[in-house]
C-alpha cells in the first residue's frame, strides 16, 4: 500500500490552518467537480481532494494522520505500525466500520478504527448527555494477574487560536481490574465530552491491549512461552522450573522431548473465571564445547551412541 501525502494533494503546507485547508479545498473543488469541470481527470481528482479533506479538515484525524505519517514521502510502501494509535483519544466509543467505506484502503488503515465525531443542536434550552471517547492504552501482562492502579497519559487532539491542531495531554489514574484481556473496555464514567444544559458528560472508554512481553506471547487469555531445555532433560525427562507472571511452577518434560514440541499447562493462563492455559513451546538448547572436558564429552557420545539425525530424512528420499 502507497502513503498518501494529503497536504500535497491539497496543496498546503503541513502546518497549515484550518482555514487555509478549507480555502485550498474549495479552490481544488471548483475546479475538479466533475459537474463542472472539463479536465480529463477530474473524477479521480476530486475523489482524492474528497479524501484529502476528510482528513485534515477533523482534528483528530489530522493529528493521527501527521503522527503516523511522518517521515514517509508520496507514493513510498506504507504499513502502519502495530499500536501506533495507542494513548490517543479519539471522540466516539470505539471502532466505526463505516468510517472511510467511499475512501482508500490507505484512508481505511488509519481512520478506520477511530470513532466518529457527531454533531450536536445548539441554542434553547437543549439538553444532551456528553459524547462518549475512546481510547487504546498498553498494558502490561503482569497486570492482569493481580489488577494494578496506572498512571496513563492520553493525546487529545485540539485546534489552537491559529487554527493549528495541537496535542493535549491529559493523565488519568485507572484502576486495571485483575482478569483484563486484550480488547476488554474499560468504562471511565464521566470522562468523555462535556453534556449540554447540565446534562452529564459521556464516558471514555479505554481499549486494552498488552505491551509486548520479553518472555510470554498473549493469544486471548492463553500465554506462549518458549522454554529451553538441556539435551539431557530432553533425553531422559525432568522436572524444570517455570516461572509465570503470578506463580513459580514445576513442569514435568517426558523423557524423549525435541525441539518444537509443544505442552500445554491448563488454567496457568490469564486469570478469569474460565482461566487460559500456558502452552510451552520446547526447545533443545547444546551446551559450547568451549572446555576440553566438553569436547571429551561429545566426542564419547559421538563414538558410543552411534546415532545419525539425518537416517529417517535419508530413508525417505525417493
Known amino acids: 500500500m502507497e502513503f498518501k501525502d494529503y497536504y500535497q494533494m491539497l496543496g498546503v503546507e503541513r502546518n497549515a490552518t484550518a482555514d487555509t485547508i478549507k480555502k485550498a479545498y474549495r479552490k481544488l473543488a471548483r475546479k475538479y467537480h466533475p459537474d463542472v469541470s472539463k479536465e480529463a481527470n477530474a473524477d479521480k481528482r476530486m475523489q482524492e481532494i474528497n479524501e484529502a ?15 503516523v505519517g511522518r517521515g514517509y514521502q508520496p507514493g513510498q510502501d506504507f504499513k502502519p505500525p502495530p499500536d501506533w494509535d495507542a494513548g490517543f483519544e ?16 490507505f484512508f481505511s488503515q488509519i481512520f478506520g478504527r477511530m470513532g466518529g465525531a457527531a454533531g450536536r443542536p445548539r441554542g434553547g434550552n437543549f439538553q444532551a448527555r ?21 498512571q496513563i497519559g492520553l493525546r487529545v487532539p485540539k485546534v489552537d487560536d491559529n487554527g493549528r491542531v495541537q496535542l493535549e495531554t491529559r493523565t488519568l489514574n485507572v484502576k486495571i481490574p485483575k482478569g483484563v484481556h486484550a480488547g476488554q473496555m474499560i468504562r471511565l464514567a464521566g470522562q468523555g465530552a462535556p453534556g449540554m444544559g447540565g446534562a452529564p458528560a459521556g464516558d471514555l472508554m479505554l481499549e486494552v491491549q498488552f505491551n509486548p512481553h520479553a518472555r510470554f506471547r498473549v493469544e486471548g ?26 506463580a513459580n511452577l514445576e513442569v514435568r518434560i517426558p523423557a524423549g522431548a525435541q525441539s518444537g514440541r509443544q505442552m500445554r499447562v491448563r488454567g496457568k493462563g490469564l486469570p478469569a ?6 502452552y510451552l513451546d520446547l526447545q533443545v538448547v547444546l551446551p559450547p564445547a568451549e572446555t576440553p572436558e566438553a569436547r571429551a564429552a561429545y566426542e564419547t557420545m559421538a563414538r558410543d551412541l552411534a546415532f545419525d539425525p539425518r537416517a529417517e530424512a535419508a530413508g525417505s528420499a525417493p
Open 221 to 246: 487469555r492463553d500465554l506462549h512461552l518458549r522454554l529451553p531445555v538441556a539435551p539431557w532433560e530432553a533425553a531422559l525427562g525432568a522436572v524444570v522450573p517455570v516461572a509465570t507472571p503470578d
Open 130 to 150: 456528553g459524547q462518549d471517547h475512546h481510547a487504546k492504552v498498553m498494558l502490561d501482562v503482569e497486570d492482569a494477574f493481580a489488577g494494578a492502579t496506572r
Open 53 to 67: 479533506y476528510a482528513a485534515l479538515q477533523d482534528p483528530e484525524k489530522r493529528a493521527a494522520y501527521d503522527q
Open 90 to 105: 479519539f471522540s466516539g466509543a470505539g471502532p466505526s466500520a463505516g468510517d472511510g467505506a467511499d475512501y482508500s484502503d
Open 273 to 278: 473465571a474460565s482461566p487460559g492455559d500456558l
